[in-house]
């Protein structure tokens, strides 16, 4: 909820799956009609009724402005700056918002291999606005990352998380907390965390759910129900 | 000019034991039945070229025909892990699987070196990453006009390439539409090419969205209606998202992979 | 997202003097309208890119709008010369007229690589010539995986492309079809685009070879049925042979020329 | 004529409008029916009733097998190497087969300016054989010639002129006389040729054409006609 809030009405945004695209239709069901869905797979404007399992589905293609190869999705749309957000998910992160998809231990000798880059480098470096979504604790929030997948470029970087948001500061290049989730302490979230936390000045509490916003949220779930 | 053949006589001639073969298709138009063709012919130390390497290549590489693989994402779409792919990378089973690692941009951009005959593309990617720590085929060079450096990744020519396509026609040309992915430099990329369509028609009606590729570019061409179960083509079938869910559970232990291998997909 | 308004009014707001700009289209969709209130408008020193200059740039160059072109085929197709492009070149009249020549292929890669945000393409061209000796867009870089040395044509990126499409709809997205040529590259390669079409429909209903240019890459729209005679609009309109062979006589002599733009054209 | 019987059936042809054009169509009619006609305009696959008076003609994309655009036909199809005939004219040819269509005179004071480049450099490079057609004289056939635009690649090159056929030799990389025209003779051709000809030891005359090649001819022609 909080990460589709992220997205304003005619942003173009670029789309992973899973809860990229939830966010990303529930802004365009709520707040950002007009915002535009890039998919990897190459479709541009879509409008699922349904958040698609895979960024293959038919209804991507078939609710498209229109479909262009994958070379043209990243050469002549993502790397030419014309995508304002990317939404990404990463099993670690480190105080710099450098994101591993890669591996968890030694390259050479996995303990998890994780699925890998696909978009993500790219989508990071290239999206005007980058927006992590991850679940918080200290397997995820690492002092380094075992591996550098992909490295936010200089826009803003905001990364949000079952307990809060952070934000990359500009100045200091280091991820800052912002914001808690109701009920959350910034204490809790010092204690999810693998390094030193920058806290802001001001710490605020983000909105609950609005009821439209649930009742929203509730429809795309069920819709997806298998 | 395309042969018109049958799906096992076009992989016995078309993918040898320790070939590149690149089976393409982005989430649609996976070639599973030419995949499980190459499974049952029992195809041995190939190298597997693909983006998203999905559960058609978690099922190769679990029946052993993989040393290699060159792909940017591989995972099951909204699912989870590619159990098989993960044994064979963490645990060496049932053989040892070498990688060889990009990112999409990466990889899509190999294929259109090597569909425009170039040894190399050029791209802005895998900036401050470690891929190229682990990824020979990734490497700089310098604008000769603005003296910024940029990515270079070396380009990818497989030995085959196979892909799925909705149709055909007698003399071999092949018809796709929907999400085409990469499918088109795949195959202008590979020295040979193998294509099975849901349907032989006897004129290609031009669609929307469709590519073409004349029958001259084209190795072989067989007939596989629902050749691309569970995943799908668009105007003929629907993807099998129950299976890609069923997958994660089938696929988790070898005994239950190889029992579901056997009565599957044979060989 | 793009504006629909006219093309007196997008031509007044998108293109200045001193501009770069590329009125595209290769043979077929060649927006002669835009040019003409270009022309109009007394725009001068324009820099003039485009692959095949044809009578568009004839008439333009023979009206003093321009004082470079960059280009790489400057013929009347299948007719013979473009006679005020070749009075501008070996005369300089009405002005001395700078060139920036390439071959096709290295034009084309220019709008791929301003597509692609990328300083500069890289492809296998202009061996051996002395096109690289006149013009200093053209270079060379050395790939990292095999040593060979490969040419490298720097981006071009226009300050406005313009082109013409059969229709927009309502929410400016524009689609075109049958020959495409290097418009999609164009107008992304574009820091600002205008696009003429036959016609405003309320839906694009998408048809076989269709590009379709969302309204929010583009910045402004204006419907001018016709605006690509004597070139043509597939599905509205043929090609004006008559008028191709017509302009070699036309445009031999100044005065004829200047009567003809008078007359035909104004401003 | 000469040049249509250059092409084989089943060559893929990469046609430049004017003479070229003529010639495919030609072979297209008479010997080479599955032979493939590619335009620079993007066509791949077309077969026109009538050779357009220029690449970009409507019939030439509504009769092909699928249209692409200008910079895939560079990249993914001549580049790349799948284009076994390139047809090209000239204003200037040296011993050589280095080939001018840029400028007469200096590039920077040019007596003559002519169209330049287009597809020629790369169809001369990357085609693995190479048609030159074009107008026996010393104005054309030079010592050397003013601007190289354009160079064929280390494949066959056959030089077709109003007088006889010229190859270059892959020996010597240096043009020989091989064939004339009937009621031509080689001092005919020496007079013509701008620097001393080398003549093949055996020099045949080229069939005159047949007459199913002059009614195929005629009956272009007449459908060409404004």
């Not at chain 1, 989508?123 to 997948?149: C, G, K, N």
């Not at chain 1, 609005?210 to 298998?226: D, Q, V």
């Not at chain 2, 349907?199 to 190795?219: F, N």
Request: glycine share 10%; hydrophobic share 45%.
């Amino acid at each position: 909820m909080v990460a589709s809030r992220q997205l304003a009405d005619g942003d173009v945004c670029l789309v992973g799956i899973g809860l990229p695209s939830l966010a990303a239709n529930l802004a365009r069901r709520l707040h950002a009609p007009a915002c535009v869905l890039i998919y990897e797979s190459g479709t541009i404007g879509s409008k699922p009724a349904v958040p698609p399992l895979s960024i293959g589905d038919g209804e991507l293609a078939d609710t498209a402005d229109t479909v262009v190869s994958v070379p043209e999705i990243f050469n002549y749309w993502l790397q030419a700056g014309r995508v304002d957000v990317g939404f990404l998910g990463a099993a670690q992160i480190d105080r710099h918002a450098n994101l591993n998809t890669t591996v968890i231990g030694r390259y050479d000798a996995p303990e998890v291999r994780l699925p890998g880059a696909g978009g993500a480098p790219e989508i990071a470096s290239s999206a005007r606005r980058v927006v992590v979504v991850l679940r918080h604790s200290r397997r995820t929030f690492v002092e380094q990352v075992d591996f550098r997948t992909s490295v936010p470029g200089p826009g803003p970087t905001v990364v949000i998380t079952d307990l809060g948001v952070l934000e990359r500061s500009p100045d200091r290049g280091e991820l800052e907390l912002r914001a808690v989730h109701p009920g959350t302490s910034v204490d809790d979230v010092r204690a999810a965390t693998g390094w030193e936390l920058r806290v802001a000045g001001r710490v605020t509490t983000t909105a609950a759910p609005t009821g439209p916003e649930l009742e929203a949220l509730r429809a795309l779930r069920a819709a997806m129900a298998p | 000019m395309a042969e018109i053949t049958t799906l096992p006589d076009a992989v016995a001639s078309l993918v040898s034991d320790g070939d590149l073969v690149a089976l393409e298709g982005f989430t649609h138009l996976i070639p599973f039945a030419a995949a499980h063709e190459i499974v049952r012919q029992g195809r041995r130390s190939l190298t597997l070229a693909r983006l998203t390497p999905d559960v058609i290549y978690d099922q190769m590489i679990g029946a052993g025909c993989a040393e290699r693989l060159i792909f940017s994402w591989g995972g099951n779409p909204g699912v989870g892990s590619l159990h098989r792919l993960r044994d064979a990378v963490e645990h060496g089973w049932p053989r040892p699987l070498a990688l060889e690692e990009h990112s999409h941009a990466g990889m899509a951009n190999r294929y259109v070196a090597g569909a425009s005959g170039l040894p190399m593309a050029v791209l802005r990617g895998y900036r401050g990453t470690d891929l190229g720590a682990v990824t020979s085929s990734v490497a700089t060079v310098t604008c000769p006009f603005t003296g910024e450096e940029l990515t270079a990744v070396a380009s990818l020519n497989p030995d085959v390439t196979v892909i799925h396509a909705q149709q055909c026609d007698r003399a071999g040309n092949v018809m796709l539409w929907g999400i085409t992915g990469v499918q088109r430099e795949a195959v202008l990329a590979a020295r040979r090419s193998l294509v099975t369509v849901e349907e032989l028609v006897d004129r290609l009606e031009p669609r929307p969205g469709s590519v073409v590729l004349p029958g001259w570019v084209v190795t072989a061409v067989a007939v596989v209606p629902g050749g691309a179960h569970p995943s799908y083509a668009a105007g003929y079938s629907r993807r099998d998202n129950a299976f890609y869910r069923a997958w994660d559970a089938i696929s988790r232990d070898r005994d239950t992979f190889s029992a579901w291998m056997a009565a599957h997909v044979g060989g």
